[in-house]
């Protein structure tokens, strides 16, 4: 079984621009979530999809959007980037519903997203 | 509340020694507390997990503990290897409908063994 897809793997972006990443979950996950990673502050929730459907958003400015299509595959904009936006990009996918012990959380290997 | 600490932040280990990281968490509406593996270049790993209806979990050299009274939960790694070399992050997740999809993790722990 294919885990979860993430691309692409690196991206390296002015400031001011605009980027797309995109996750492919695990088959039979309908629910798609992001984090992003960095040194200083850790593994950070971005925000929560399931049925097209944004269910759940952590503490982040609206320049960070996402999207789930039909398929449940998923694609994060962050618009305006910042250099502070540098980080890792982490997609993870579940069945949907509560995170628990019968439904984990599944982490891809992330997009190394760098603004210069 | 939302917070989960972790420690220690680094961790350095003989081959064969015993592997041990912490951490606590405030919000008693967690329920759920996965532990995860990250190798550099890597995503996180999922590597055990505990309920918190259960005090002990093992599952090969890996051994989960959890003191629901202290909101404590540990991770202990017996006879480390090269291998474990990794950064280790403590989770926790509620399962209200407010929480989908969302682990507050820990800082991570850096565990380096020495052949």
């Known amino acids: 079984k294919a885990g979860v897809t993430q691309t692409p793997r690196y991206l390296i972006k002015t400031r001011g621009q605009q980027v797309t990443l995109s996750c492919s979950p695990i088959?039979?996950?309908?629910?798609v979530s992001w984090y992003q990673q960095t040194p200083g502050q850790g593994l950070q929730f971005l925000f929560e999809?399931?049925?097209?459907?944004?269910?759940n958003k952590g503490n982040f400015p609206g320049r960070f959007s996402g999207r789930q299509f039909s398929n449940s595959r998923s694609e994060m904009n962050v618009s305006t980037l910042e250099l502070g936006d540098s980080a890792l990009y982490l997609c993870?996918?579940?069945?949907?519903?509560?995170?628990?012990?019968?439904?984990?959380?599944?982490f891809g290997n992330g997009t190394r997203l760098t603004v210069t | 509340q939302q917070q989960v600490k972790q420690s220690p932040q680094s961790l350095i280990v003989q081959k064969g020694g015993i592997s041990i990281i912490n951490c606590a968490y405030e919000?008693?509406?967690?329920?759920?507390f996965p532990w995860y593996q990250q190798f550099p270049g890597k995503g996180p790993a999922l590597l055990i997990a505990?309920?918190?209806?259960?005090s002990e979990k093992k599952e090969g050299r890996f051994t989960i503990s959890f003191n629901k009274s202290a909101k404590q939960f540990s991770l202990h790694i017996m006879d480390s290897q090269p291998g474990d070399s990794a950064t280790y992050f403590c989770?926790?997740?509620?399962?209200?409908?407010?929480?989908?999809?969302?682990?507050?993790f820990g800082q991570g722990t850096i565990l380096t063994v020495h052949p």
């Open positions: 989770a926790a997740s509620s399962a209200g409908g407010t929480s989908y999809g969302k682990l507050t």
């Open positions: 999809y399931f049925s097209e459907t944004q269910r």
């Open positions: 505990i309920r918190p209806d259960v």
């Open positions: 919000n008693t509406a967690f329920d759920y």
């Open positions: 993870a996918s579940s069945f949907g519903g509560p995170l628990s012990y019968n439904s984990p959380l599944h």
């Open positions: 088959s039979g996950h309908r629910s």
